[in-house]
């Protein structure tokens, strides 16, 4: 049995196939994008800005632009169907958007300060985004063909391990290089030297992706504006992005927020929460096994409702890590955190495909993307605007709830009520196939 499961997982990644190397090759670019994502978003990012002289309020701004970005989405099917043989206009788009997202985003600090940087910056990662908008639907529509039904729960399973790894080692070293870069009193320097590790591993990423063979793309029968209104004629596609709107809203409402509150109130160094980040290794080969399994016996839909269930207590556990209580209550917060986590990326993978035709597969794909765009922006907007209207700490008692505590509770009860309404109003119709789909 154990021989004939890694037989099983040998032919999926068998690079004596052209689908094996292909799978690889789109394995070695989630990784390698794990790894350069960690290092130039959350808290990293932050940290750059700030050394770079930017505000709060700036920082807010400049992190909202390829979440603003994001609604330009579903143009890109009217960009992409011109064209049967993509993978240069892929490449080149891609390639615009790492040199203006990370290479250019570096060394602006360097030549600019005040106003006109904020606003250059601004202008950098929006045409950035903007080019990369136009293009990303068109990967995973290339290589979701190597990717059919019947493996692709082993796939993601493997990615969410594997990137798991990746992104903790990578946190893990670049939060011991940002402690050190504070403390040698030149920060915008190293941090501007690990950015920069980041964009040649963003062009490592974009060759990977170049890699596997591109075979011409399924006809698509409508036309002009009219092609963009063809998932509204697919009830559980649209029932899906409610779900991943979700996800998408509740994973990142306190993404900087709960960083910001254990930095600057709770007083936690760079390195010990990376040292945490770095368990999700464990806890991600640990419990992966177990969201597969359940996955195979219950279906994506019913796993995930899970996950929504069990990330609410997360919220919940981290609204309780203090000055005083961190050192054991932190750990046992992030430990939850990766093992659910680990579920709902899991489950997340699949969702832009799970009822997506295999026809104008590039114009679905837009709109997930968008829709995940719109939820992330929906919910990092919650909490900028909560942060804003309730910036006063709470007495219950004699308990003094901080308005970054009061968020995390918030977000721990909107997820609770949303996977209650799923469950009751939303699964069934999900599980219930529609005539003629796949």
């Known amino acids: 049995m154990e021989g004939e499961k890694r037989g099983q997982w040998k032919a999926i990644f068998s690079t004596g196939t052209q689908e094996g190397k292909a799978r690889v090759c789109i394995l070695v670019s989630e990784a390698l994008k794990a790894v350069y994502t960690a290092l130039t978003t959350g808290v990293f990012l932050t940290g750059f800005l700030l050394a770079g002289g930017l505000d709060s309020a700036d920082i807010g701004i400049v992190t909202s632009i390829p979440l603003v970005s994001g609604i330009l989405y579903p143009i890109a099917p009217l960009f992409l169907e011109r064209f049967q043989k993509r993978k240069a206009i892929l490449g080149s788009f891609r390639f615009l958007f790492h040199s203006l997202n990370i290479f250019a985003v570096t060394l602006l600090p360097f030549l600019f300060q005040g106003r006109i940087l904020g606003g250059l910056l601004i202008f950098a990662i929006l045409l950035g985004n903007v080019a990369n908008v136009l293009v990303a639907s068109g990967f995973p529509a290339w290589h979701i063909q190597f990717l059919p039904d019947e493996i692709r729960g082993r796939f993601f399973a493997a990615s969410g391990m594997i990137n798991s790894i990746s992104t903790a080692l990578a946190s893990l070293a670049a939060s011991v290089l940002s402690d050190m870069a504070k403390d040698s009193g030149n920060e915008l320097f190293w941090l501007g030297c690990v950015r920069m590790a980041a964009f040649v591993l963003a062009l490592l990423e974009l060759a990977a992706l170049l890699i596997p063979k591109e075979f011409p793309y399924a006809p698509s029968s409508g036309q002009g504006i009219y092609l963009l209104a063809e998932p509204a004629k697919h009830p559980r596609f649209l029932m899906t992005m409610i779900v991943v709107f979700a996800w998408m809203a509740f994973s990142t409402m306190t993404l900087y927020a709960a960083n910001a509150y254990l930095l600057d109130e709770v007083g936690v160094s760079y390195t010990f929460l990376s040292i945490l980040q770095t368990c999700n290794i464990f806890v991600t080969a640990l419990v992966m096994p177990f969201w597969l399994k359940w996955q195979m016996q219950k279906g994506w839909f019913k796993v995930f409702r899970r996950v929504f269930l069990l990330f609410s207590l997360y919220p919940v556990l981290h609204a309780f890590v203090t000055e005083q209580t961190w050192l054991w209550m932190l750990p046992v917060t992030i430990l939850f955190y990766q ?29 997930h993307l968008m829709v995940v765009a719109l939820g ?51 699964l069934g119709r999900l599980e219930k196939p529609e005539s003629g789909e796949r």
């Open 339 to 367: 093992a659910v986590l680990a579920g709902g990326n899991f489950c997340f993978g699949n969702m832009a495909y799970i009822c997506t035709p295999k026809e104008k597969r590039t114009v679905f794909l837009s709109w």
């Open 376 to 426: 992330s922006l929906a919910g990092q907007g919650t909490a900028a605007a909560f942060l804003k209207i309730c910036c006063n700490p709470l007495q219950l008692g004699g308990i003094s709830v901080s308005p970054s505590q009061q968020l995390l509770l918030l977000q721990g009860g909107l997820c609770f009520l949303f996977a209650l309404w799923y469950g009751k109003r939303l």
